[in-house]
């Protein structure tokens, strides 16, 4: 069975905001986030899209959700790496 390694990129495509992955990395970079924790914060952001979508400013909407979600994944992320230890 071929498995395909999935990139940042790859996520962004699959949940439709590829338009503002430029404006996700620069807030990750700001906050000091990893690619790791954006990836996840970008599941979650299209799972807040698909309950709540945005009805005026879609990249308004889309900062704000993801700063959220980028402090959400990076508690999932290591509330996950605990459990393993």
């Known amino acids: 069975m071929k498995h395909t390694i999935l990139t940042i ?19 990750a970079g700001d906050l000091g986030y ?6 996840e914060a970008i599941c979650k952001v299209h799972d807040k899209f698909c309950q709540y979508p945005p009805t005026r400013n879609r990249t308004a909407w889309f900062s704000m959700v ?12 290591l509330s996950m790496k605990a459990r393993v230890r």
Do not use: C, S, W
Request: glycine share 2%; hydrophobic share 40%.
């Open 9 to 27: 990129e790859d996520y962004f495509i699959r949940t439709n905001f590829y338009d503002l992955l430029p404006l996700a990395v620069e807030i």
């Open 66 to 77: 993801f700063k959220e979600k980028l402090h959400e994944a990076r508690g999932d992320l």
């Open 34 to 39: 990893t690619q790791e924790e954006m990836i």
